[in-house]
């Protein structure tokens, strides 16, 4: 199961449509949050039949102006049942219906002015804090919670950060596991660049302690718009456990790893068992120094270089 938010910075255009749909296709959607949509509530008939016919859609416009967010789904995968609307929030539980997992999700659209977004906090933590169950929170918050999710520009300061940190303690919210790109959001500003951690994947406790295996991916923000898409992928199934290869007990994420150890082990000693594994034990040390020269010598510099290079 995957699910997306994106601040498409408008969904007035054939284009962004477009770009929608692939951003679905491609990533094989079954949830979607679209944010800050600039549109009027009797516009999106009009763009569900062209684009999005058979899906299911929620919205916040009857709460404030300015078609902030828009949720919609395909119905066939999942239930969608919105538990609270509000400006800055929208609150749902979610039901796969071929697992029956069920958690709750809520999409936020954060104003821009700390004041403006005090009721968003006061929501989090109204809706958080009576839960017992899995809690994922995605959406545009308009604000970092540490100096590192911000480059360059004027650093923040605790006044700005304070809110989004309280409100994170309040509720127990960890960052999910992210890989894509840090900075979600970049000011399009050659001459004075900001890049920011705008866009947030956070969920409670209760996902820590399933099984499942989940992860967030941040696409680049492309022609589209100035804010990375958050994709967040939800295997129903628990996550594999490796298996330590006879009497290792480290698993090392590379391909030809596995390979190199049973070769190593695979040598022929005659003698006792207590020196045939000796001398295996030998065997597969020479194999393993040569592995980790060929492999992650330099490890450092290579980082380093690969960094620059990216």
């Known amino acids: ?46 763009i569900l039949n062209r684009s999005f016919s058979e899906w299911y859609q929620a919205n916040n416009f009857d709460t404030i102006a300015g078609g902030r967010i828009l949720i919609i789904c395909n119905p066939a995968v999942i239930d969608l049942q919105p538990e609270d609307i ?25 104003l821009y002015s700390v004041v403006n977004r005090r009721s968003m906090w006061e929501k989090l933590i109204e809706q958080g804090q009576p839960l017992s169950m899995s ?33 994170c303690l309040a509720l127990e919210l960890h960052d999910a596991p992210k890989t894509g790109c840090y900075y979600t959001w970049y000011s399009n500003n050659d001459s004075s660049p900001i890049w920011c951690k705008l866009d947030q994947v956070l969920w409670n406790n209760e996902w820590l302690e399933t099984e499942l295996n989940y992860g967030a991916h941040f696409n680049p923000q492309g022609c589209l718009s100035d804010h990375s898409p958050g994709i967040v992928s939800i295997l129903d199934l628990p996550v594999p456990k490796p298996k330590p290869f006879w009497f290792f007990n480290i698993w090392v994420d590379h391909p030809d790893f596995l390979e190199t150890v049973e070769d190593g ?46």
């Not at 255009?13 to 679905?24: A, C, D, E, R």
């Not at 509000?86 to 659209?109: D, E, G, M, W």
């Not at 929170?137 to 006044?159: H, R």
């Open 1 to 46: 199961m995957k699910i997306c938010f994106w601040n498409v910075r408008g969904f007035n255009q054939p284009l962004k449509h477009n770009g929608v749909s692939h951003l679905i296709k491609n990533n094989q959607l079954c949830l979607l949050g679209i944010l800050e949509t600039k549109l009027v509530a009797s516009a999106i008939p009009h």
């Open 135 to 167: 809690w994922l929170i995605v959406g545009d918050f308009n604000c970092v919670k540490s100096s590192e999710e911000k480059q360059l520009g004027v650093a923040p300061t605790w006044y700005e950060l304070k809110d989004f940190v309280h409100c």
């Open 265 to 310: 082990c695979n040598v022929n000693v005659d003698g006792t068992p207590q020196f045939s594994l000796c001398r295996k034990l030998k065997a597969l040390k020479r194999a393993l120094k040569s592995f980790n020269s060929l492999h992650y010598s330099h490890i450092s510099v290579r980082a380093k270089e690969a960094d620059l290079a990216l």
């Open 86 to 110: 509000s400006p800055q929030v929208i609150h749902c539980r979610v039901t796969n219906k071929s697992s029956q997992l069920s958690f709750y999700i809520l999409f936020t659209y954060g």
